[in-house]
């Protein structure tokens, strides 16, 4: 059983430790920290031997419900788990019940049954039928079965009492096939928080699920624009009170680095990284700041604006519908309306000629061998090579953000770090 330990509470952001993973109880994540986002159990756009090039890659692979359950059939024939078909060695492995990447159409779920939707189309989840894909997946930790629709347009105090009745019942009956499981009784459960944007759910939600066995706790339905910053970082840091120290906190589909500081700050440890990936898809290079220290040596991220000869103040355009801060560069020929400030377009033609790497001083396989003139042809004449080459650069990034969020929390520093992903880039 995984035992997480925590060295430094500061406001309610939490530095620790899980500790006891794997079968042999050897392996170690460090929280705040984010798990490693596959997609069919396969990192976006790499294989195994190049994943290998990326430093700080999480000791915890992330899969997911909607990609596996329609293998289900193959998975019980094969009888070694996910992890050993996908060849995923020296991993933990935890299941969502969905896909933080993709969200799923609401309106389907009932008092008996959860759909998931896979290539396939939908497919009804009873907790019969989830305890039996476990089996054959064969995970460490999974969410639980819950109700956790996301409502395009609010939720009403009906459908947020539901939310969590469902919830809870489901999570009931789990344990209880859990617990006749001799297969699955060692794995780690997580209890999913619902209630929409309701506090009295939410909190009657964290308080029932806090009294099961459960490994540790989902915030759930936080992701897109279900509900506005203020609704839903008041939500979190009530949620997050209700909780116990020793137990890990979960959150999907919060992946800006500001967004990202914003719930460590309210004491959530886990995260997801289909950001990176997002950012992959678009055409794009993470390119922020994460330097709080004086000393670039001693950082671990890449060196801050003044301390590089190459980086110079990015050109900014108008400021965008939500308030954040502007977009850089902006090329009338390409879609940016899904773009944040953390991000470079590899696409926009002013990278034809532009031989510096992605971001001056990373020091990822990308950048040290690849300029941006270079990945700039790949996307433009649809080469694999140039998502290959993103996804590389912006895993790496990411997780090394994550390193600077434990060391600036460790030294007190978060509103360094704070104010140091805001600095533009070029």
Request: include cysteine.
């Amino acid at each position: 059983m995984m035992k997480l330990t925590i060295s430094k509470v500061s406001g309610r952001a939490r530095l620790g430790i899980i500790t006891s993973l794997g079968q042999s109880g050897e392996k170690t994540l460090e929280v705040p920290g984010c798990l490693l986002y596959t997609k069919t159990a396969s990192p976006p756009h790499l294989t195994q031997d190049t994943l290998k090039t990326i430093e700080g890659v999480p000791p915890v692979t992330h899969v997911t419900l909607p990609s596996l359950a329609e293998h289900q059939e193959v998975l019980e024939e094969f009888k070694d788990g996910i992890g050993k078909f996908a060849g995923l060695s020296d991993t933990l492995l935890y299941c969502s019940v969905s896909d933080p990447f993709t969200p799923s159409p609401s309106g389907y779920n009932t008092n008996k049954t959860v759909s998931v939707w896979g290539s396939g189309g939908r497919l009804e989840m009873t907790p019969q039928k989830f305890i039996s894909l476990q089996s054959a997946l064969k995970v460490d930790w999974f969410q639980c079965l819950a109700d956790g629709e996301v409502m395009p347009a609010g939720c009403s105090r009906k459908r947020a009492r539901k939310a969590v009745d469902r919830s809870l019942s489901f999570l009931d009956e789990c344990l209880q096939l859990l617990a006749k499981n001799e297969a699955l009784k060692e794995k780690v459960v997580i209890g999913a928080i619902e209630g929409c944007d309701l506090l009295e759910e939410r909190l009657r939600s964290a308080r029932e699920t806090a009294k099961r066995p459960v490994g540790g706790f989902l915030l759930d339905g936080f992701q897109g624009d279900a509900m506005n910053r203020e609704t839903k970082l008041n939500l979190i840091t009530s949620i997050t009170a209700e909780l116990p120290e020793d137990k890990p906190r979960f959150i999907h589909s919060v992946g800006r680095p500001d967004e990202v500081l914003d719930c460590v700050e309210r004491g959530v440890d886990l995260f997801d990284s289909t950001f990176p990936y997002e950012v992959t898809e678009r055409g794009c290079a993470l390119s922020f700041y994460h330097q709080y220290q004086p000393d670039p040596e001693t950082a671990g991220g890449h060196p801050s604006p003044e301390h590089h000869p190459f980086l110079e103040k990015a050109e900014l355009c108008n400021e965008d519908k939500n308030g954040e801060e502007p977009k850089k560069n902006c090329d009338p020929e390409i879609d940016q309306s899904q773009m944040t400030s953390y991000e470079i377009c590899l696409k926009e033609k002013r990278f034809q000629e532009d031989f510096r790497p992605l971001v001056p001083g990373c020091a990822c396989y990308c950048c040290r061998n690849h300029s941006r003139a270079y990945i700039h042809h790949l996307l433009t004449v649809r080469e694999l090579l140039g998502g290959i080459l993103l996804m590389i650069h912006n895993f790496q990034h990411y997780f090394s953000f994550f390193r600077s969020v434990r060391g600036a929390l460790q030294d007190g520093k978060l509103h360094q770090l704070r104010e140091t992903i805001q600095r533009p880039t070029s």
